[in-house]
């Protein structure tokens, strides 16, 4: 399949310099019906090797996609040492929603469909971002996600949701049972047979990447 790919930078606001830019990997095959984009884990980022292969799943599958570093190059700088921005919720929200925002002001995936997908702290960052901007996310699905760390945002989760977890990754999964029993949306809980919490385990990654793209192609759109 002929993907395009594009380079993107994002302006923001920095919390250590000021202003400064974020930087994303748009990939686009030939007529995408939808587009995905991902915030990656605590101490990750847009080069994470699992999401690289996640999204070429989804590729295959006529989804746009969009990695993306949560943080600017001063901000991760700081994070390195104190690890505190990782965890800073709203703030990987903004960022999430400045990375919808750019999308929709290009010409070759404005009006796509937006689903998101997030990984650990990313996880929740998107559920936090589906509920402040309802009519511009259609579907969040997590991969061992923290769910539990949007807090207050989970009952007000309109984006039909689907968290995959490991079965031997017991502490995130009933961190996972509790913010399904508070959210009102349609949600599911996947578990991943024999998969730990970071789907190292030959053929769970490409479980969650056919979840994934399942999930995506059911509520963004199939070709």
């Known amino acids: 399949m002929d993907v395009r790919e594009h380079a993107i930078r994002i302006e923001v606001a920095d919390m250590v310099a000021g202003t400064g830019e974020i930087e994303g990997d748009l990939r686009l095959p030939p007529d995408p019906c939808g587009l995905v984009i991902f915030a990656h884990g605590s101490g990750s980022s847009r080069h994470s090797p699992r999401n690289q292969r996640v999204a070429a799943y989804m590729n295959d599958a006529d989804l746009a996609t969009l990695l993306f570093d ?15 921005l990782r965890f800073d919720i709203g703030l990987l929200a903004t960022r999430l929603h400045a990375a919808g ?29 589906a509920a402040e901007r309802p009519d511009s996310v259609q579907a969040v699905v ?11 945002a989970l009952p007000l989760v309109r984006a039909p949701t689907l968290l995959i977890v490991g079965s031997r ?6 961190l996972n049972e ?13 578990v991943v047979p024999g998969a ?6 030959a053929g769970t990654l490409e479980q ?11 509520h963004l759109g199939t070709r």
């Open 142 to 152: 997590s991969r061992g996600g923290r769910p539990d760390l949007a807090g207050e």
């Open 196 to 201: 730990t919490h970071l789907f190292e385990e």
């Open 169 to 174: 990754d017991p502490e995130v999964l009933s």
């Open 70 to 84: 949560l943080l600017t190059s001063a901000e991760e700088a700081v994070d390195v040492r104190t690890r505190h």
């Open 101 to 129: 925002d750019a999308v929709a002001e290009r010409a070759d995936t404005t009006g796509l469909p937006v689903g998101t997908f997030g990984a650990s702290t990313g996880a929740a960052a998107a559920l936090v971002a």
């Open 208 to 218: 969650v990447a056919e979840l994934a793209t399942g999930w995506f192609g059911r």
């Open 178 to 190: 509790s913010a399904v029993a508070r959210m009102t949306c349609e949600r599911e809980i996947a």
